[in-house]
């Protein structure tokens, strides 16, 4: 099993920036495959990105392609999800995510592990 606890939410005006981090304890991070996802207020939980467990391939949504970019650093046992040219509708609840396998990067029932979200806040 692995434990993710993410940070680095927090407010920030239309069109800043934000990194979120995705802390994992225990030894096991680099066999995960890992995920973002995102909790708007009142919606249902939507897939943000994904990358693999070597961090060689890497898949984002249409909606933030281009603005935001996944990465992780085995080493440090962390996932990163940097934030560009955020918009008010990127306000949100960020999880991040473990899953075992390759396949159904989005499918949020592939995943095992969650940590327990980090609220962004994106003011116009």
């Known amino acids: 099993q692995v434990q993710l606890v993410e940070s680095g939410g927090g407010v920030v005006q239309t069109g800043g920036s934000l990194r979120l981090s995705c802390a994992a304890a225990?030894?096991?991070?680099?066999?995960?495959?890992m995920g973002w996802f995102r909790q708007p207020p009142g919606k249902e939980r939507e897939f943000i990105a994904s990358?693999?467990?070597?961090?060689?391939?890497?898949y984002c949504a249409d909606s933030v392609q281009g603005r935001f970019t996944i990465t992780r650093d085995n080493a440090k046992n962390t996932m990163y999800l940097q934030m560009n040219s955020l918009y008010p509708e990127g306000t949100s609840v960020y999880y991040c995510?473990?899953?075992?396998?390759?396949?159904?990067?989005?499918?949020?029932?592939?995943?095992?592990?969650w940590g327990q979200g980090t609220q962004v806040t994106v003011s116009s």
């Open positions: 995510a473990a899953r075992k396998y390759y396949s159904y990067p989005t499918d949020a029932s592939r995943y095992f592990a």
């Open positions: 225990g030894r096991t991070f680099n066999r995960y495959f």
């Open positions: 990358i693999t467990d070597n961090g060689g391939s890497r």
